[in-house]
């Protein structure tokens, strides 16, 4: 899906070397106690389904935090880096791909993009974590690099994004 610029980036970085919601507050003349936090969505409440105009925001959105995350580690990688700096930034977008795919799972997608979500949460989102996390353990940029290259969960595939993408009229993913 969007590990393509995190592995150039581990590669770059080893080259170099030798890459929503928020939370409603209560009231004031409302007791603490029976004071309700509230998560701010763009659509109206208990949809069957988003509207494209509003899935195509809702996902922008969902996704960025994790596009800066990959990101930082593009930076680190033509910048050059540490491995100390470049681990703990693999970590943080292990960390945003986590929280993407939790608020991925809660939106009420159109129909036509539902089963493309379906689909990526439950192979490519999890390849993706399971590369970082293998990446991240790695113990060097070198070594990182080397799980890129023979670890199979790092085999970037991108057909169910894309195919959201598509269908939402955004542009092509990271990388």
Known sequence: MRTGVLISAVI???LLVTGCSAIGSSSKAQPESTATARVAHPWP??????T???ARTEYSEISAPF???VAAVNKDAHDGTTWSKFRADVLAVIAAN??????????PWPLQIQPYVNAMLRTEVPAEIQCDQS???AGSL???ATVFADDHSCRDNTVNADKI??????????G
Not at 45 to 50: A, E, G, I, M
Not at 98 to 107: A, F, Q, S
Not at 165 to 174: A, F, G
């Open 165 to 174: 993408r598509k269908i939402l009229n955004l542009p092509p993913t990271i």
């Open 12 to 14: 770059a970085a080893s």
């Open 135 to 137: 990446m991240a353990a």
């Open 52 to 54: 494209m105009a509003l």
């Open 45 to 50: 409440t208990s949809p069957k389904w988003l």
């Open 67 to 69: 596009n800066a995350a």
């Open 142 to 144: 070198q070594g990182a």
């Open 98 to 107: 986590e929280t993407w795919e939790r608020k991925i799972r809660v939106v």
